[in-house]
């Protein structure tokens, strides 16, 4: 993965105010963000899980619409309840307005996210002590 | 780059219909293409060029907006007669409906398109011999 020198200075260390970062957080690079498509590369430690959310409807939009691609490592994802695992290589399209979580196995993971639009502060999170 | 061997069977070898596959055409591998997002990597050959095109408005939309962020090797991409330069780890992102081509630098390379929806059929080429 090359990143410009810009990127490394804005790679967003997420910890959803939960101050347990290696347990449940997630680094990630936003390569692009427009009104209409979103890219980033998110890079998960060892067993780091992402907190339960869904991305509501907004302006008219069915909500964020997310595909993961696991490019290293692997990881567990969890939508509506059941379990896709993607190992290198692998994806899946989460629907807008669906519930999900994800943890990286035992190696950690990197996994691309191609996306509509992102809205961080609009993502709804099961856990209500959470702050995005 | 890992691929799921469905992938790699579907991988598109496109020559335009020119016949030049060599000089003129691109190998691309589409990741997703739903309705509201698409992800692909494309790679060239050293020096292949992608033909001038544009992405015209559909069904209301201004039409295929496209981030090209280059991974590998290296390429050139003009937009509207202007030149951009693109090294790994380096992206330019291309207003819908804007004439744009691209050469792979000596080395090939290897460019990640994060964009709208895909609708190769609308594509406008201003080479009239060539069929997309």
Redesign the interface.
Known sequence: M???SE?KEAIEVVDFGLNILEEVGAQIVV??N?G????KEIVLFPNQTCAEHRHPPFDGTPGK?E?F?C?RGSVELWVDGELITLQ????F?IPPDTLHWFQAGDDGAVV?E???KSRDASDVFSDPRIVR
Chains 1, 2 share one sequence.
Do not use: D
């Not at 290198?88 to 994806?91: F, H, I, R, V, Y």
């Open positions: 090359r990143l410009t990127e390569y692009v427009t209409r498509v979103c890219a619409e595909t691609r490019r290198p290589g692998e994806q399209t691309s191609f996306s509509t």
